[in-house]
C-alpha cells in the first residue's frame, strides 16, 4: 500500500511524541517539513505516521536530531572625541588580536563612532584611531583600547 497522509510526530524521549501538524499529503512530494518552536541546541526524537488510502496506520523508526545552537552575535561599538586638529574629514579605525601589535585597517569613518561586527566570541581585539585631513595626511594611532568578546 502506497501511503497517502502523514504527520510527524516529535519530544524528547522515544515513545513521548506530540503530533507536529495536521495529517497531510505534502510529506511523500517535497519530502521535507518544517517542525517550529523547538528550542536551540536540543536533542528531540521524530518519527513519521502514515496511512494508506485504507486508512491502515503505520509508524516509522525513531529518528533522533539536534537542533542547532543559536550563535550569539556580538559587536564591538567605538567611540572616539574628535581631533583637535584643523581640516580632519574623517578617521581610519584599526584593528589587531595583539596589544601594539599589527593594525589592519578596518574602517575609515566620517563621523565619531563605529561598530565592528560581526566579532568572534572567546577573543580579545585592541583598537586604534587615526585622523585623516582633506590631502589624505594620516594622523599618528590614537591610544590603544581593548575588548573582549565572551
Known amino acids: 500500500a502506497v501511503p497517502t497522509i502523514a504527520h510527524i510526530e516529535y519530544g524528547l524521549a522515544a515513545g513521548s511524541y506530540t503530533k507536529s501538524s495536521a495529517n497531510s499529503t505534502q510529506y511523500w512530494r517535497s519530502?521535507?517539513?518544517t517542525i517550529s518552536g523547538l528550542t536551540a541546541g536540543t536533542t528531540y526524537h521524530l518519527r513519521i505516521v502514515a496511512a494508506d488510502s485504507s486508512n491502515d496506520w503505520i509508524k516509522s523508526l525513531d529518528y533522533i536530531c539536534t537542533t542547532t545552537k543559536t550563535a550569539a552575535?556580538?559587536?564591538?561599538k567605538l567611540n572616539w572625541q574628535a581631533s583637535s586638529s584643523t581640516g580632519v574629514t574623517g578617521y581610519r579605525v584599526y584593528r589587531s588580536t595583539i596589544s601594539g601589535g599589527y593594525y589592519a585597517l578596518l574602517a575609515s569613518a566620517a563621523g565619531l563612532t563605529y561598530t565592528d561586527t560581526p566579532v568572534q566570541s572567546g577573543t580579545t581585539y585592541y583598537y586604534v584611531v587615526s585622523a585623516i585631513n582633506s590631502t589624505g595626511q594620516q594622523s599618528t594611532y590614537s591610544n590603544q583600547t581593548k575588548a573582549v568578546i565572551p
Do not use: Y
Open 31 to 33: 519530502k521535507t517539513a
Open 73 to 76: 552575535q556580538h559587536s564591538v
